[in-house]
């Protein structure tokens, strides 16, 4: 229903920037809001930031709020993550991913995922 693609990701040395892209395809039914998460080595999936359409309200996570801002452009589909001051805790697979208004927390709204892309930072 709701195809998700992210690209951008990389290598980038401790205190450098990277933006990560997302293009959604597909119905906006399951995409009332859009955002990323990330899954770094031997560790759980965790929140990262999210944008939801009808209002604009922006998401960040303690550990990136004040260093990764999300934008979104709804006549192209996309979502960015502009990622700054980066550090090696940041290395991880970053997902983008879609989903509706009801749940207890970000994860449980979320319906769709992309495939992920790789964010590695190096000391």
């Known amino acids: 229903q709701v195809h998700l693609v992210e690209s951008g990701g990389g290598l980038v040395q401790a205190g450098g920037s990277l933006r990560l892209s997302c293009a959604a395809s597909?119905?906006?039914?399951?995409?009332?809001?859009m955002g990323w998460f990330r899954q770094a080595p031997g560790k759980e999936r965790e929140f990262v930031a999210a944008?939801?359409?009808?209002?604009?309200?922006?998401d960040y996570a303690d550990s990136v709020k004040g260093r990764f801002f999300i934008s979104g452009d709804s006549a192209k589909n996309t979502v960015d993550l502009q990622m700054n001051s980066l550090k090696p805790e940041d290395t991880a697979v970053y997902y983008c991913?879609?989903?509706?208004?009801?749940?207890?927390?970000?994860?449980?709204?979320?319906?769709?995922w992309g495939q992920g892309t790789q964010v590695t930072v190096s000391s």
């Open positions: 597909g119905g906006t039914f399951g995409r009332y809001f």
């Open positions: 944008l939801t359409w009808s209002n604009g309200l922006l």
């Open positions: 991913v879609a989903g509706g208004p009801y749940g207890r927390n970000w994860f449980e709204k979320t319906r769709y």
